[in-house]
């Protein structure tokens, strides 16, 4: 006799568990965490004056600081000499002559110190990008054995005052060690010292350490050497932190003036802003002149500040990778 086992009811089939939803964002929360005032007293009318007041006035003087001298030179470069003089000073221009432009930009040959300068910047933001981008991918992923001294001494670099590295830096351009050679007045003069940027390395290793060992190792399985590696494999990932290095360099060139006022003492050599300093000590040049002769040194580096500004903040803050 077989005795068979009761047949057991099928479990009932669990409902398979609804998709956690985000709690949608409550109107006027857009700015949560923004501001160092709640939301409670931002809904409130007497916290929305108080913000917005305050807003408007700190915007109005930080414009006030950092425009009003842009607005000064433009303003005083269309002025006549005589008006130029007067005290108390004209805020609003009484007369405008706005070929005071093309007669500093003849008369001070400013042609040739702006070609000048635009040659040491290009230079020196190759050089740069060079030598930095090397120090900074050996010290990142090739490891040396002495590289946290290395990087260690090149950050304490950026504690000494720069004033107490002329003279160091002057004697050794005067006269290269084992090589002998007298750089002044010449391009190297300012590409060479510029070379190595503690800062812009800092930067640079400290974005290549956010790029994956695994990536680079995958490669170099394939057979890509260390130069390939960083070529086709580092270099595309960091245009971010690329662009604002070389951003750097090229305004950190272009608005130096006290090393370049020693290395350059030939006229014909000279960046702009040294000429521009050693025609203000002449008589020839109405101070009229001058503020457009400043203008026009100062619209290149506005117009990049102006374009990049984002690009600046955005490269640096840009150290995270997704894959």
């Known amino acids: 006799m077989t005795i068979t086992a009761p047949s057991r009811p099928p479990l009932p089939k669990l409902a398979d568990p609804a998709p956690a939803r985000r709690r949608p964002r409550p109107a006027g929360d857009h700015g949560a965490g923004r501001t160092l005032i709640s939301d409670t007293e931002l809904r409130r009318t007497r916290g929305k004056v108080v913000y917005f007041s305050v807003l408007t006035v700190v915007t109005i003087l930080f414009s006030l600081v950092f425009l009003f001298p842009l607005y000064w030179m433009v303003t005083g470069a269309v002025k006549e000499p005589a008006e130029f003089a007067l005290t108390p000073p004209t805020f609003i221009p009484e007369t405008f002559e706005p070929q005071n432009y093309a007669l500093a930009w003849d008369r001070m040959n400013i042609a040739r110190y702006f070609g000048n300068t635009v040659f040491y910047a290009v230079g020196g933001w190759l050089i740069q990008l060079v030598v930095d981008v090397g120090v900074a991918y050996a010290l990142s992923k090739l490891r040396p054995i002495f590289g946290k001294l290395v990087l260690g001494l090149m950050l304490a670099s950026l504690m000494l005052p720069a004033a107490a590295l002329l003279i160091p830096a002057y004697l050794t351009v005067a006269d290269v060690p084992i090589f002998g050679v007298n750089l002044l007045n010449t391009p190297w003069a300012l590409w060479l010292p510029a070379a190595a940027n503690a800062f812009n390395i ?16 995958s490669a170099s399985l394939d057979g890509a050497g260390r ?7 580092v270099l595309p990932l960091s245009r971010p932190v690329l662009g604002v290095v070389s951003i750097f360099a090229i305004i950190g060139i272009w608005k130096d003036f006290l090393w370049p006022l020693l290395v350059l003492q030939d006229t014909e050599v000279q960046t702009i802003s040294v000429a521009l300093s050693r025609l203000s000590n002449t008589s020839q040049v109405p101070p009229t002149e001058m503020m457009a002769g400043l203008v026009i040194a100062s619209i290149p580096m506005i117009i990049i500040f102006l374009i990049f500004q984002r690009s600046i903040i955005g490269g640096l803050s840009a150290g995270s990778m997704k894959g």
């Open 202 to 217: 800092y930067v640079l290793k400290r974005f290549f350490d956010q790029i994956p060992n695994d990536l680079l190792d």
């Open 227 to 233: 130069l390939r590696v960083l070529w086709h494999i």
